[in-house]
């Protein structure tokens, strides 16, 4: 039982990093759900409560981070209301019709027709669809980093 809790919980660390790239994956959920299921199996003596509270703040920041960094991204570019809203909508479609690289080809898409609708020329479109996509990359960066950090304090519990 013990090594199939190992590769359950290595599996899972592996997804939560694969996820940490893929929009639509809770990568950081998933390495979470790894040290639980390992520090359950364990009693929590080797992966403590404490290590698990940490992990849940990282898993909240790293959320909190995945939706900002867009909004910000687009807002530094000039966005309003109607672009970061366009934003969600397009990527919502955009997975709807083509997964991944459809949220992400809609998130920029759905900014700048939105604003387009809302009255902006064409360039300043572009220019926050652009923003969108900076954020969007920013945040994924942000994301990984901290799925990282998350995986080596998973791996120096149980050294």
Not at 64 to 89: K, T
Not at 115 to 128: C, F, P, W
């Amino acid at each position: 039982m013990h090594v199939f809790v190992i590769i359950v919980t290595a599996l899972l660390m592996l997804a939560g990093l694969a996820g940490a790239v893929l929009p639509v994956i809770p990568g950081p959920a998933l390495v979470l759900a790894g040290a639980l299921l390992y520090g359950w199996y364990g009693d929590f003596a080797v992966i403590t409560w404490t290590a698990l509270a940490v992990l849940a703040v990282l898993t909240g920041l790293s959320f909190v981070l995945d939706y900002a960094a867009s909004i910000i991204g687009a807002r530094a570019f000039g966005s309003g209301r109607w672009g970061i809203i366009g934003s969600c909508i397009g990527a919502c479609a955009g997975f709807v019709v083509a997964n991944v690289a459809g949220a992400v080809i809609g998130m920029i898409a759905g900014a700048c027709l939105f604003e387009l609708a809302r009255g902006r020329d064409l360039r300043s479109s572009l220019k926050i669809g652009c923003g969108t996509l900076v954020g969007f990359l920013a945040g994924t960066v942000g994301k990984v980093l901290l799925t990282l950090a998350m995986i080596v304090i998973v791996v120096l519990q149980l050294v």
